[in-house]
C-alpha cells in the first residue's frame, strides 16, 4: 500500500509538471499576473512565500481549495503557504476571526476546509458566534476554550494584521495570492481556479530564478 501510495503520488506530481509547464509557455506578466513594484518583504526563512488571500463566504475561493491542496501536496520544500483571510467590509471579519482562532487552537489543517464545506453546502452559519462555537463543539474543540479564543486580544491582533496586509498589497477580489512578496494574481487574472494554480506554480519558479544565488 505504502508503494502506491508513493506511485499514485509520483504519477500526480508528473501529471500536475507535465500541465504547468504547458500553461507557463502561454503565462504573461500584465495578463495572468502583476509585477509589485517595490517587492514586498516576505518571510526570512529563505522560503519562497505564497500569500493566499481568501474568504470563507466566496464560492471561487471554495473553488480553489482542491486546486492549492492538490499543489501543496507536490510543492517544493522551499515553499511557504500562508493563509490570510480578507476584510472586504466588517461583515468579513467573524470569518476572520474564525480562521485565527482555529489557527491559535491548531485546528486549521483538520477543518479549514470543512469550514468551506459546512457554510456552502450544508448551510451552517459560520459567520455567526454562537453557531461557529456550537460547531466547534461538535467537530471535538473544547466550546469555552473556542468562545475565549475567539474573544482574545491575540486574535484581534491577527485581524488587525491581516487587514493592514490587505491594505499594503491593494487586493481587491477573492482568491488572490502574492508570491515571494514581487507577484501577485488572482483568478480574474488567470481566468479560472484550475489556471490560477498553475500560474502560482510558474510564478514560483520564476521567484527562485530571480532570487540571488
Known amino acids: 500500500m505504502e508503494l502506491r501510495g508513493r506511485l499514485e503520488k509520483w504519477l500526480l506530481a508528473a501529471a500536475f509538471t507535465l500541465l504547468a509547464g504547458a500553461a507557463s509557455a502561454q503565462i504573461q506578466p500584465g495578463r495572468e499576473f502583476q509585477r509589485i513594484e517595490p517587492q514586498r518583504p516576505v518571510a526570512a526563512d529563505g522560503r519562497i512565500e505564497v500569500i493566499e488571500f481568501f474568504y470563507y463566504g466566496c464560492p471561487v475561493c471554495y473553488e480553489t481549495q482542491p486546486f492549492l491542496s492538490r499543489w501543496l501536496g507536490t510543492a517544493p520544500e ?21 480562521f485565527y482562532t482555529l489557527k491559535a487552537l491548531g485546528q486549521v489543517g483538520r477543518l479549514h476546509w470543512p469550514v468551506y464545506d459546512h457554510f456552502h453546502f450544508e448551510n451552517v452559519k459560520l459567520n455567526d458566534e454562537k453557531i461557529m462555537a456550537d460547531w466547534a463543539a461538535r467537530n471535538g474543540i473544547e466550546r469555552q476554550k473556542f468562545v ?6 491575540g486574535v484581534a491582533a491577527r485581524v488587525g494584521e491581516a487587514r493592514e496586509l490587505l491594505k499594503a498589497y491593494e487586493v481587491r477580489a477573492v482568491p488572490t495570492f502574492i508570491v515571494d512578496g514581487k507577484f501577485l494574481t488572482s483568478a480574474r487574472l488567470a481566468g479560472g481556479t484550475e489556471q490560477l494554480i498553475q500560474v502560482v506554480d510558474h510564478l514560483v ?9
Do not use: M, N
Request: without cysteine.
Open 78 to 98: 522551499y515553499v511557504a503557504i500562508r493563509r490570510v483571510p480578507a476584510l472586504s467590509t466588517e461583515a468579513w471579519e467573524p470569518f476572520a476571526k474564525l
Open 205 to 213: 519558479k520564476l521567484a527562485r530564478e530571480e532570487r540571488p544565488r
Open 148 to 153: 475565549d479564543v475567539y474573544g482574545s486580544p
